[in-house]
């Protein structure tokens, strides 16, 4: 009886770490989006640092990274996130599912911050 009792109350810290997990991952994802829409302004700092037909921030890897249309695959990510929600029965699953995904959205987001400051930061 004592084992049952440990497994529920894992289980229901699992399902909250779960829901913050995942409501992190929005949040992230949102601000990597922000970002994305925020292009002009970078575009605008570029070209004051860089000649008008450098790549934004003289990065092709930003400059393609950082195109509105890229949104369309965070979105798609956190699709993909809600439909395993409803897909994957394992809390344990679901949990690293959310955790390694929380670790892809916040890698993405701190390159495209290196690449946009970055140069900023050496040309000052």
């Given at each position: 009886?004592?084992?049952?009792?440990?497994?529920?109350?894992?289980?229901?810290?699992?399902?909250?770490?779960?829901?913050?997990?995942?409501?992190?991952?929005?949040?992230?994802?949102?601000?990597?989006?922000?970002?994305?829409?925020?292009?002009?302004?970078?575009?605008?700092?570029?070209?004051?640092?860089?000649?008008?037909?450098?790549?934004?921030?003289?990065?092709?890897?930003?400059?393609?990274?950082?195109?509105?249309?890229?949104?369309?695959?965070?979105?798609?990510?956190?699709?993909?996130l809600?439909?395993?929600?409803?897909?994957?029965?394992?809390?344990?699953?679901?949990?690293?599912?959310?955790?390694?995904?929380f670790?892809?959205?916040?890698?993405?987001?701190s390159?495209?911050?290196?690449?946009?400051?970055?140069?900023?930061?050496?040309?000052?």
């Amino acid at each position: 009886m004592n084992d049952e009792i440990k497994i529920a109350k894992t289980l229901k810290l699992m399902r909250v770490l779960n829901i913050i997990i995942l409501i992190f991952n929005f949040l992230m994802a949102f601000g990597v989006i922000a970002i994305k829409f925020a292009r002009e302004t970078y575009v605008e700092i570029s070209n004051q640092l860089f000649s008008l037909e450098a790549p934004l921030m003289d990065s092709v890897m930003l400059d393609l990274l950082l195109r509105k249309s890229m949104a369309i695959l965070v979105i798609i990510f956190l699709v993909a996130l809600v439909y395993k929600e409803k897909k994957i029965k394992s809390v344990k699953h679901r949990f690293f599912i959310n955790l390694a995904a929380f670790a892809v959205i916040t890698c993405y987001a701190s390159l495209l911050i290196y690449l946009i400051y970055s140069p900023v930061l050496s040309a000052t």
